[in-house]
């Protein structure tokens, strides 16, 4: 005695078959379509509890109160800078004063620069960007300290 076709070619042997293949294999699917019939047999997934997460409340408030106490910061800092241009990092990252610890630094205190002249790098998610003097002169002052961080827009150094 054959088996009788149940839907889309298969039987039910066939079906059974692909149900055990896809409960105890690593499929989780299998979608089978023949003209009209349509055959899925899917694996059951089980929500797994997701781990407590820590309150944010916190972290976030602190940092919000710090960030409002920052900017009377700078702005007093900038209040207090020397006469001069002054030259400001163009993106967040770290301030080098020379291209390699061993090297010489680009600038020191008392040099003269020209417009186009390499004064710095700041290293950003791993890349090392050289950043230009914008302004002929002489450098008056370095305000941040080799292999610190700096902000975008922060005060690095004076150029008179």
Known sequence: MSEKVIACGLTLDDINGLADKVNNGSLSKIKIVNGASEIIIEKETK?????????????????????????????SNEAALPS????????????????APDKAPFVTVGQQVKKGDVIMIIESMKLMNEVTSEFDGTVKEILVENGNPVEFDQPVMIIE
């Not at 929500?47 to 972290?59: E, F, L, R, Y």
């Not at 940092?63 to 702005?75: L, V, Y």
């Not at 002054?86 to 993106?91: H, L, M, S």
């Open 47 to 75: 929500a797994v509890p997701m781990p407590a997460m820590p309150p944010v409340m916190n972290m976030v408030s602190q940092a919000a109160a710090a960030g409002t106490a920052e900017p009377a910061a700078d702005a």
């Open 84 to 99: 001069g241009n002054v030259v400001k990092a163009p993106i967040v990252g770290t301030f080098y004063a020379a291209p």
